[in-house]
Each structure stands twice: as C-alpha cells, then as structure tokens.
C-alpha cells in the first residue's frame, strides 16, 4: 500500500471514529457516510467491504500501533515473555487511553454481546498469534510433560485480555493506577501458572479482586 493510500484509509478510519462519537451511532450505511463526509462509495470500498470491517480496522491499528511503539525498544525482542507481556498490555492500555471515549461508546453496555465481540474479531486472533510465541518461547527450556499447548493457553490469555478491557473500562482511579495493579497480578498469576507455582500469587490476586469489586457491596 503506497503511503498516499495509507493516508486515505486513515482518514476514512478517523472519519467513522468521529462520526459515531459526534453523532452517539455508528453510521448506519456506506451512502450516508460518505456523503456525510464528501467521500466517493469507490473511496470507501477500495480499503473496507463493510462498516463493519471498520470497526475491525480500528481495533486493529490500536494493537499494530501498540507493537510498533514496542518494537522500538531494542530491549524487547530480547525480553522475557512475562516482561513481554506486561510491556504490552501497558503500552496498549496508553494507546487505548488516548481513544478511550470510541472505545467506551464502542464497547458499550447496550450494545448486543455478539455486536460488540465481532469487532474484536481481528485483534483477537492477532493477539492470540502473540500469546501462542510468548508461550512457545517459555516451553524451550521445559521438559516435554511439563510443555503447554499454545493453542489452549492462548486462548486463555485472551480471556485475560477481555477482563483487563473491561476493568479499564470500568477503573475510576486516577491515572488508572488500579488497571495497571491488575496488569501486574494477573500477569504475575498467569506465569505462576505456566511455571506450575500458581498457589500465592492465586490467593493475591483474589484478594485483589475481592477488593476492588465487592467490597463496595
């Protein structure tokens, strides 16, 4: 893609982020957004098929912007994937924070359950692709018994993922310092558990949790 296109599908990407936020919808069609926008349907369907496949894209760039920022750091590739991990959900928690009022509208609690995650459809399996070489690369120095299936393990980082969304969705605390505690004791359970030493940092986390979601009740 020459950088003239890239420059193009940008502005069709910020002009759909700003139409829902100024308008508390989604376009409801390909012909009312572009006009709204004095945009060509040919513009439009030369980088998207669907509205839909909009809202992919964003989620999308939110995690490619995350790994090229983390990519700049020459310390990463050699980092440990515990470390790796934890750099990324930092640094895409600040790349979503800058976004945060289309993420919460996006992902909001009226919408349908399958409307909301059909989004995240994309990301989804590129974060999963992440997880699945973070635990690859822990598996190298473990004997075969005590190896992890990526398949299996990735699909449970990503139920990671979704709690971490969600409790920033929800964090009130300032500078989201809450967030980033739950980033660091789940991550920390989530390795205990790869290394089959699960039993404190389970017990710390619950605590956590316990904490901050009922004892409010």
């Known amino acids: 893609m020459s950088l003239k296109e890239e420059k193009e599908k940008l502005a069709i990407v910020n002009a759909f982020m700003a139409y829902t936020l100024e308008n508390d919808h989604f376009p409801k069609s390909v012909y009312k957004f572009c ?13 998207f ?34 470390d790796k991990l934890l750099s990324f959900y930092f640094t895409f928690f600040e790349v979503l924070l ?45 004997p075969s018994y005590l190896q992890h299936p990526p398949k299996i393990f990735s699909e449970a980082a990503w139920v990671q993922f979704a709690f971490l969304l969600k409790f920033w969705m929800e964090d009130s605390s300032a500078d989201f310092e809450k967030t980033d505690q739950a980033i660091e004791k789940s991550v920390q ?23 901050e979601k009922f004892s409010t009740l």
């Open 189 to 211: 359970t989530a390795f205990d558990v790869f290394d089959n030493t699960p039993l404190s940092s389970l017990v710390d986390f619950g605590k956590f949790l316990w904490k």
């Open 35 to 47: 006009k709204k926008n004095e945009m060509e349907e040919k513009t439009f369907y030369k980088f």
């Open 49 to 82: 098929g669907s509205l839909d496949r909009v809202k992919e894209s964003i989620w999308e760039s939110f995690y490619k912007n995350s790994m090229s920022l983390l990519k700049k750091d020459e310390n990463f590739e050699m980092a440990k994937p515990k």
């Open 98 to 142: 800058l976004n945060r009022s289309y993420v919460l509208f996006a992902l909001a609690v009226d919408e349908k359950m399958m409307v909301k995650m059909g989004q995240l459809s994309s990301i989804r399996k590129m974060f999963k692709g992440f997880a699945s070489e973070l635990i690859e690369d822990g598996n190298v120095d473990k």
